[in-house]
């Protein structure tokens, strides 16, 4: 399932995928996303994208207001940080 969210008058895409065990939950915006723990930080670093990543989530109001776990460096450059909600981490990353 696919949804919009108005996040400080900017847009930010979520996505729900339904898979076996738990759900796949991300939201993005034009600079980077927020994903649940079924991705990869990792990844994103190799990738060089701006992602910070939430654990235990089952919908996009849920990553929004889960804690972020981890953080790509290219989202620290930006301002992303651990502890910050999901909200605040796609404040800064719409």
């Not at 993005?28 to 990869?40: D, I, T």
Request: a positive charge.
């Amino acid at each position: 399932m696919e949804s919009e969210i108005l996040l400080n008058g900017k847009k930010i895409k979520g996505v729900e995928v339904s898979l076996p065990g738990a759900p796949l939950v991300v939201a993005y915006g034009n600079a980077g996303f927020v994903m649940c723990g079924y991705l990869n930080i990792d990844v994103a670093d190799k990738l060089g994208v701006a992602a910070a990543m939430v654990r235990g989530v089952k919908t996009v109001d849920d990553l929004l207001k889960a804690q972020v776990q981890a953080v790509s460096k290219a989202a620290l450059v930006k301002g992303v940080k651990l502890s910050m909600t999901g909200e605040e981490a796609l404040s800064i990353l719409a």
